[in-house]
């Protein structure tokens, strides 16, 4: 009993200093995704790109880190998270690097596909900070983990400072920085993990497809990469969306973007406490709900209408204040936030020994939507002439996710009741 007390207090002093590492190394990751959300701006007008090309810029970290976000689970589960980590911000180093260097649209779009190595350290950040903790506290620590996607906040506000402040160089130089800093205190203060020689020979392919069949891993994996992916399209879509609808300056309306971003991020760790204490199914449940709330006020665009009375016509008018929106936003992402947390513990509790492949798949899915996204909101505003069409669309696609996910899990629970052996 006391040697057991022993490891928990090692276990726990070990994860008190491992999970800022993997969460810093995270925050710096995620603001790699929309690095070229900011800074792409001033790429677009320097190389006159096309719509095609910019979009192309934006979406190609996303795209890679759905690619490696597998391969790389795969190689943590085989060869250590730590090791992967490490490779992982090494990459991302040396692609900062290359970026003070290059003077061509290819040379950008090759330096956009290295940050996709971001996805890789997710993976194995994720296995890494799971080996660490025990299941009471899970909810917790992946929320805390999962918050790292703050950075993809952060870098609407540091880019255009740091810009401002030196010159565009400056932008790579800092995370350059960072990154050395973070991979620096890895080395130090964390020990390398060798692989378990019997994890590594039941780790395969065939086992991971064996478990998506018989399980819900699979469902669940595509509930939290709809809610996942479509908050990376709208951390990306957001700036565009918010100066053209209210006249402003890019810079501000990138600002105002990390509202949605960054409470969003933090709410992971609201959703996984709440789901240790309540359960996963119910916090997601209700955290949709909320989300479709917000969705349905959203998606009216501003209008006139008409009353034509017994003698005059009276018009009103009807459109959402900057302020009135923005509450709804900073809710929306919220609500996002706490049902990312809440379907991440589920998937993760039920495969820990596989938690670093099964953090690529939701990866991949996540990062396959948020690809999607972002070319329908772009071929739907085209065609519809409208702006807050692309909050129909996810208020269609969240509220088709949040029927099936009900459904799922009432034919679950009747299961249970049914076969409680089982």
Known sequence: MGQ?????????????????????????????????????????????????QFGVLLAMPMAVSAL?????????????????????????????????????????????????????????GLQFVVSHCDAKHLGLVLGVFG???????????????????????????????????????????????PPDEGQVRKVSVARVFALLRNGRSFQLSVYFGVVAGSFFALALWLPDFLSAQFQLQLDVGARLAQWFVIPGALAQIAGGVLSDRFGSS????RALVVCLLALFVLSYPPMTLIIRGVESSIMVEFALPLGVEGGLIVMLGVAMGCAMGSFQRMVILANRSEAALFAGL?????????????????????????????????????????????????REERKSLLHPGI
């Open 4 to 52: 057991q007390s022993e490891r928990g207090d090692d276990t726990q002093d070990s994860l008190a200093v491992i999970l800022p590492l993997a969460v810093t190394g995270f925050v710096i990751a995620a603001g790699c995704w929309t690095l070229f959300a900011v800074a792409g701006v001033h790429l677009r007008t320097e190389f006159a790109l096309s719509n095609l």
């Open 68 to 124: 490696l976000a597998i391969p790389a689970g795969l190689a943590a589960q085989r060869y250590g998270a730590r090791a992967v980590m490490l490779w992982c911000l090494s990459g991302l180093a040396m692609c900062m690097a290359l970026l003070m260097t290059v003077n061509s649209y290819y040379g950008y779009l090759v330096v956009a596909s290295g940050l996709g190595l971001a996805g890789g350290f997710y993976s194995a």
């Open 147 to 193: 918050a790292g996607v703050t950075g993809a906040g952060f870098t609407y506000y540091l880019v255009p400072l740091v810009h401002s402040a030196f010159a565009w160089q400056g932008v790579p130089l800092a995370y350059l920085i960072v990154l050395l800093l973070v991979i620096a205190l890895l080395l130090m203060l964390t020990d390398p993990d």
């Open 282 to 285: 119910r916090v997601a449940r």
């Open 362 to 410: 939701l990866l991949v899915v996540a990062f396959s939507i948020a690809f999607v996204l972002p070319v329908l909101f772009g071929a739907v505003n085209q065609w519809l002439g409208v702006r807050t069409a692309v909050f129909m669309i996810l208020f269609v696609l969240l509220s088709s996710s949040l029927v099936m996910f009900a459904r799922d899990t009432r």
